[in-house]
């Protein structure tokens, strides 16, 4: 996992461990999770990088279990935003599998 921070800017490469990847129940729990912080939420994966309070966004990178992804959080909250963010991959989006 790589970590890089700036001011108001931390930068993350978390890799998604659980077995249906980013789908569309885990997009929209990183969507309510980050409307709680005052940061903006990025997801970069080759290249792209989309909007982390859209689940249609998130849902355009495509990312099945063993992807790895950069995520950016940018604003006053961004350490907290990104902690939070790093915890919900971490519990694989709350799914058992």
Avoid: W
């Amino acid at each position: 996992m790589e970590n890089r921070s700036h001011d108001n800017e931390q930068i993350r490469t978390l890799r998604i461990e659980n077995e249906l990847g980013l789908h569309a129940r885990s997009a929209a729990k990183i969507v309510a999770l980050a409307n709680q912080f005052k940061a903006d939420l990025y997801f970069k994966k080759e290249g792209q990088e989309v909007d982390g309070s859209s689940i249609l966004s998130i849902l355009t990178l495509a990312c099945p279990r063993g992807t790895e992804i950069e995520v950016r959080t940018v604003g006053e909250e961004s350490v907290a935003l990104m902690e939070a963010v790093s915890e919900l991959f971490k519990e694989k989006f709350g799914e058992l599998k």
